[in-house]
C-alpha cells in the first residue's frame, strides 16, 4: 500500500499539475455536475486517465455514520452496493487501508492523501467480503481526514479482467485528484441540498454499530414496513420458510439485534441464532446484509 501527497500539496518547483489526457476529461465532468447521471458519467469521462470498472465516494469512521454518497460501474455488473453492504457487515470498524487507524487522535485540520492498495495487500475478512467477493483487484482513491478522525473518500477499482493501472495512469489520476475530490462534494451539496444522501437503518451488527444503505426511490426503508408485509416478502422469496424462520428474518428486516428478538419472541439468543441459520440456508445466503440485498431485489 502507498501513500503520498497530491500535486497541488507538493513543493517540487515546476511539477506539471495537468497531465494533457487529464485535462481533457475535466470541462465533461463540470457539466455533469448536479446531474442523475453525474456518477456513471464520470467514470466514462475519466476513462483516458484512468479506466477504472466502477467508483463509489463515501465516508467512514468510528466518530461518524457510514454513509455512501454515490457509485457506479462501467463495463461491468454493478455490484457496488453490494459491496458498501459487505463492507459494513464488519470490515470497515478496522479498515486498514487509509494508512491510518479510525481511532488514531484527529488532526486540528482536514488533510488530503492519494492512496493505491491491491487486493492482496487488505486484510482477509474485508478481501474476501468485499474484493474477492466482487472481482475487485485493486483499488485507487483520493480521501481526506476530516477533523473528527473519519474519512471522505473518492475511490476508484480495477477488477479482475483489468490489467493493473500502470504508474502512468496513476500517475495521470494523480494530477486530477483534487479536482475529483472537489467535483464530488460539489455535487453532492448540489443534488441533495436538504436530505442526507444515504437512509441510515436501525439495524445493527452484533457489536452494536449501525449499518447504512442506499436511500435511493426505489429502494424504501424497509424498517418501516410492518412485520406482515416483511413476512409476504420473505416468502415471496423462499415459500418453505418456517413460520419462526419468518418471525426471526422479519424482525432482523426492522433492524432488531438477536437479543431484542429474542426478548420480542419469548426464545433464548441461541435460538433465535438458529431460526436465522436455518432461513438463511434456505435463502442461500450468510450474511445479513444479503438478507436486505435479496429483499430489497426481489
Known sequence: MRQWLPPSLQKAPGRQVLHSAASETLASMVHRLGGNGFAPGLLQDLEPVLPAASWSVYRTGHRCKPTLFMSASRGVPDTTQDCWWAYLSGPYRSDRTWGRAFDDIPQAEPQTRLCHVTATEVEGEHRARVYEAHGVAERVSVVEYESDGSVFAVNFYRHLHQQAFSDRQICAFEAVAPVLLALTRKHIDLSHPHQPPVTLWPETTDGGQALALPADAALAPLAADGLPVLR?????????????????????????????????????????????????ARLGIHFRNELFARVLSG
Not at 419468518?246 to 424482525?251: S, Y
Open 232 to 280: 409476504m416478502r420473505l416468502v415471496r422469496l423462499q415459500a418453505e420458510l418456517t413460520d419462526r424462520e419468518l418471525d426471526v428474518c422479519a424482525r432482523l428486516l426492522q433492524g432488531m439485534t438477536h437479543e431484542g428478538i429474542a426478548s420480542d419472541l419469548g426464545l433464548s439468543v441461541p435460538t433465535v441464532k438458529t431460526y436465522r441459520n436455518r432461513a438463511f
